[in-house]
């Protein structure tokens, strides 16, 4: 790909994602909607916590394995493990849960549209992009659930923190999907071979298990402090 052309289209990521939050957001403010901004920063800030969670360090250790050790990386072991990885997240959930007191309304939006949203993002393949010099592409991917929920932003039309929920929930469900089905289209168009198919689970499983677990280690206090 063109150097000028992949600079262009690493711009648009970030104008797509946190460019257009920032547009919907101004929106929102110049009606003196202050508290529903509020809300809907504390929902992303959680939602891309949950992505990055769930991820695993899925993003680095491919581009890790590809690049550096030329390496092709099992597609079936890295979804296990990220599936392992949301089963805990949701049992830790759970647990929690009656320690903390938060407005009945979340109960629905994380059990539902958001459980179904990062079941998605298991299947994520980002870093294959990276590990072959297109990140712009990758980004211009990833930024497709935080540009989807600046688009419902545009249709709050009620301070009430139900409806903000709602929009938020299914406009960030809509986006990951697209986003994750249009990773998979763009690895086909641009004809990658980062991935290998095969149910080799458990050797696979190890490797990429310990490596996320020291990448999710070594940066959780970080991702949780401002949280």
Not at 71 to 86: D, E, T
Not at 108 to 124: D, E, H, P, R, T
Not at 136 to 159: D, H, N, R, Y
Not at 181 to 186: E, P, R, T, V
Request: hydrophobic share 55%; charged share 10%.
């Amino acid at each position: 790909m063109n150097k000028y052309i992949n600079y262009l289209l690493l711009l648009a990521s970030f104008a797509g994602g946190q460019g257009a939050l920032l547009l919907s957001n101004s929106k929102l403010i110049a009606l003196g909607q202050v508290d529903t901004v509020g809300v809907i920063g504390s929902i992303v800030a959680f939602l891309t916590f949950a992505l990055w969670y769930v991820d695993f360090g899925g993003l680095y250790f491919i581009v890790n394995k590809q690049t550096h050790l030329k390496k092709h990386i099992n597609i079936v072991s890295l979804v296990f493990c990220r599936l392992s990885a949301l089963i805990a997240l949701c049992a830790i959930c759970i647990i929690l849960r009656d320690n903390f007191e938060y407005p009945k309304i979340y109960d629905s939006f994380f059990v539902g549209k958001i459980f179904v949203a990062l079941l998605f993002w298991c299947f994520n393949i980002i870093g294959a992009f990276d590990a072959v010099y297109l990140a712009s592409v990758g980004g211009l991917l990833s930024c497709m659930p935080w540009l989807s929920i600046a688009i419902g932003v545009f249709f709050i039309t009620s301070e009430s923190d139900e409806f903000v929920v709602i929009i938020v929930g299914n406009y960030f469900l809509i986006g990951v999907i697209i986003s994750v089905l249009a990773q998979y289209g763009a690895y086909y168009l641009f004809r990658l071979k980062v991935f290998e198919f095969k149910f080799r689970i458990v050797g696979n499983f190890a490797e990429f298990f310990w490596y996320g677990l020291k990448y999710i280690i070594s940066q959780l206090p970080a991702q949780l402090y401002g949280r």
